[in-house]
């Protein structure tokens, strides 16, 4: 019966000092994981919540209040006017924001069209304005396609280098911006060979974010 006693009594011991171990190990990994996330937001702001296995977000600073943006001489003749249904069609993509926010509004649904050149391509895509009536936030979804997003801003972020967010695989660059009139987060991108350019105003990050996972996932 001691014997026995013995036995219990060294297995409970194997147990505690293996869960002792494991619960190191997994502490340390941890740590590591968290230090390589902070050790890659140089120059920007890591959103650990949003930190997956192949998701990191990092939000670039602006030196500039609200990013420039260089427009073509658009004229009637370059606009050619669509359905929003043959819109979604040329795209090869369909979203709805009220689908993730109930509270948004589409707001620019009177015309749906592109600016094109002479040969086709997109001059300037079509700009979609989503609102919350009850409150300040605005949703703006500008796509070229067959194109990259129609500002850069690689020269207007502060000292840093700019640093690439990842999300659902994809490469997306993310910046705020913040003055005392408008605020809120920008971000460019190529999803399905179509240039985005997004402006959250008065959206949080996590807000944000979740547009963007939205998009990609469309």
Not at 34 to 46: D, K, L, T
Not at 72 to 92: M, R, S, V
Not at 197 to 210: I, M, Q, S
Request: with cysteine.
């Amino acid at each position: 019966m001691k014997a026995q006693s013995k036995t219990i009594g060294m297995a409970i011991g194997v147990v505690l000092i293996i869960a002792i171990f494991t619960g190191v190990v997994l502490s340390s990994r941890g740590q590591a994981i968290s230090s390589e996330i902070s050790g890659n937001s140089e120059g920007g702001a890591a959103l650990s919540l949003a930190n997956t296995e192949d998701t990191e977000i990092i939000i670039n600073e602006l030196a500039s209040e609200i990013p420039e943006t260089g427009f073509f001489a658009l004229a009637p003749d370059n606009y050619l006017e669509y359905t929003k249904e043959d819109l979604f069609d040329y795209y090869g993509i369909e979203f709805d924001i009220s689908s993730v926010f109930p509270d948004m509004i589409e707001e620019n649904t009177g015309s749906y069209g592109i600016f094109k050149f002479s040969d086709g391509s997109d001059m300037q895509g079509h700009n979609f304005i989503w609102a919350n009536p009850t409150g300040n936030e605005k949703v703006s979804i500008e796509i070229i396609k067959d194109g990259v997003p129609k500002s850069d801003n690689t020269q207007v972020t502060n000292d840093s280098a700019l640093l690439a967010s990842t999300i659902s695989g994809e490469s997306v660059n993310i910046f705020r911006f913040d003055s005392d009139e408008q605020s809120g987060y920008y971000a460019e991108f190529v999803h399905k060979s179509l240039g985005f350019t997004v402006y959250g105003y008065n959206f949080d990050k996590d807000a944000f974010v979740r547009i963007l996972s939205y998009l990609i996932s469309c």
